[in-house]
């Protein structure tokens, strides 16, 4: 089940960001127009977090006041709740992204409020979110394993999903936070997620911490999903979830997807350089083998 198009959103300059030295807004500006020559048509641009806990994305505001510059890409920004939705609101954001963290411990650690204190605020995000014009994604994170808690019943994802979609939320996503995922166990919820909700626009988060990212990747859109997150280079991880490493790496979602005929609208050879300009941003290497390797010799005339 090889679907014609799956839309990519690059989150390099928020995941990838946010575990590393606060990065200036200039440079931040400069991997932008790297990512915009890809044809990515999704950029998960900052968030709106406490600048305490993220000092690598404080200048979140800052960043959202530059996007005009970049009129065909759909930005978004992640929010951990009420007070962020309305800070990225009042900067201009209209795709937010507003993520639960399936299992306590990390929902806790992400955002000092329980799992159900979380999902109690869905629907008042929403309302705020579509009051503006905007568009809200629910992120399930922890979706499959907590740092904290060990393996995330999987009656919770679903049962996040299922209210997320009762108070309107346009679009879900299932997030492996911390790489523990297997295509095996990203089958079964994908399935659930469809056998219980039905038609939903279903998005999905991997990182590569064991090696299986692009597996899971695969796996779930041949199971339905329509949305994936990567960013460039396989920059990421996240600052509560201790072992966490790179996300998938744009670059090699593109190449592995262009080989199925899968339109994404990324531009392989384009995303192998943004992957080059990521890592002078960041000031060291980034783990994707297809930036160290390159693309394939193609064939003699
Ligand atoms: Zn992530």
Not at 91 to 101: D, N
Request: with cysteine; proline share 6%.
């Amino acid at each position: 089940m090889i679907p014609e198009a799956v839309s990519i959103r690059e989150v390099g300059p928020r995941d990838g960001l946010q575990i590393e030295d606060p990065v200036p807004l200039d440079a931040k500006i400069r991997l932008l127009d790297a990512l915009a020559a890809t044809g990515v048509p999704r950029i998960e641009a900052t968030s709106f977090v406490s600048p305490r806990a993220v000092p690598a994305l404080a200048d979140a505001a800052d960043l959202a006041a530059e996007l005009y510059r970049w009129p065909n890409i759909e930005f978004s920004a992640l929010v951990a709740g009420v007070g962020g939705t309305r800070r990225a609101l009042e900067a201009g954001i209209r795709t937010v992204e507003y993520v639960v963290s399936a299992a306590d411990g990390h929902s806790q650690a992400n955002t000092k409020s329980s799992t159900s204190e979380a999902v109690a605020r869905i629907e008042e995000i929403v309302g705020l979110v579509h009051d503006a014009g905007g568009k809200v994604e629910v992120i399930i994170a922890t979706a499959w394993d907590c740092p904290f808690d060990g393996p995330t019943d999987q009656e919770r994802p679903l049962w996040i999903a299922e209210h997320a979609v009762k108070c309107g939320a346009d679009q879900i996503s299932l997030a492996d936070t911390i790489g523990t995922a297997t295509p095996g166990r990203v089958a079964r919820l994908v399935d659930s997620v469809h056998s219980r909700l039905g038609e939903v626009n279903l998005g999905a988060h991997f990182h590569n911490t064991r090696g299986v990212g692009l597996a899971c990747a695969l796996t779930a859109v041949e199971h339905g999903v329509r949305y994936l997150d990567a960013s460039v280079g396989g920059l990421g991880g996240c600052p509560f979830a201790p072992g966490a490493s790179g996300n998938i790496a744009t670059e090699e979602l593109a190449f592995m997807l262009a080989d199925l005929g899968v339109d994404t609208g990324v531009d392989v050879a384009e995303a192998i350089r943004a992957a080059g300009v990521a890592e002078d941003v960041v000031g060291h290497a980034v783990p994707s083998n297809l930036l160290r390797a390159g693309l394939p010799r193609p064939a003699a005339e």
